[in-house]
């Protein structure tokens, strides 16, 4: 009983592991502005969410 336990405890991990990856993989391939956590409130054309700018 404890191994099936076991083997499904470790069927989880990998399994979440591996959506995870997968949904990275996914999201990065759309580019900088559909990762972005800002993107509905980002008003810039050219979408440099994140970036630090330079002081004026």
């Known amino acids: 009983m404890g191994m099936v336990i076991s083997i ?3 069927f989880l991990i ?3 592991a591996g959506w995870m990856m997968i ?3 996914r999201t ?3 580019g900088k ?3 972005c956590a800002i993107k ?3 008003g ?3 979408c440099h ?3 630090k700018k330079e002081p004026v």
């Open 14 to 16: 990998f399994g979440y």
């Open 33 to 35: 502005c559909a990762t």
């Open 23 to 25: 949904r990275f993989i």
């Open 40 to 42: 509905e409130a980002c």
């Open 8 to 10: 499904l405890l470790g």
């Open 44 to 46: 810039q054309k050219d």
């Open 49 to 51: 969410c994140g970036e």
């Open 28 to 30: 990065s391939r759309q």
